[in-house]
């Protein structure tokens, strides 16, 4: 999969994720807040930056949390990037164009270095093998992107 990035990394800022922990955990940020998560339950707002500490810190692995998704702002929207696991992307519709962000090996999506904004890119080439991804994309968000179709895709979803 080639990504072309053509939008500005400051517009998919501010993320935050909707997680199932697989065990109970307590962390802190820098305010000296606490945050418990329950085992089994879904949270939905989790801190990218608070996850990110707790990953570096060895209070979270990769195996004790499942993120779903993360939502960005992007101008005065917010938009939603779901977690396609089997391929290492967490990706979104947005104007008939795909755009994905890699998900590092904690399962967090790529981000700038800032910790606030992700690393977000524009698919613009696919080869054949790569319509496994495009289906799991489409049932995921109602599209039908085709790997032929590349580099002028655009969608029609729903």
Not at 93 to 103: I, N, P, Y
């Amino acid at each position: 999969m080639n990504q072309e990035h053509t939008q500005n990394m400051n517009d998919f800022s501010n993320p935050l994720l909707t997680c199932i922990f697989h065990k109970e955990v307590k962390l802190h940020d820098w305010i000296a807040n606490e945050f418990h998560y329950k085992a089994g339950e879904r949270y939905s707002d989790v801190n990218y930056g608070l996850l990110s500490d707790a990953f570096d810190m060895n209070k979270l692995k990769p195996e004790d949390i499942t993120i779903e998704s993360v939502e960005v702002n992007y101008g005065k929207n917010r938009v939603q990037f779901l977690a396609v696991e089997e391929f290492g992307e967490y990706v979104t519709v947005l104007d008939d164009d795909l755009l994905s962000c890699a998900m590092l090996i904690n399962g967090l999506p790529e981000n700038d270095g800032d910790l606030n904004t992700l690393n977000v890119g524009e698919i613009t080439e696919l080869e054949d093998e790569d319509q496994a991804f495009l289906d799991v994309v489409n049932a995921k968000f109602g599209s039908s992107f085709k790997s032929d179709n590349f580099p002028n895709l655009h969608a029609s979803h729903n």
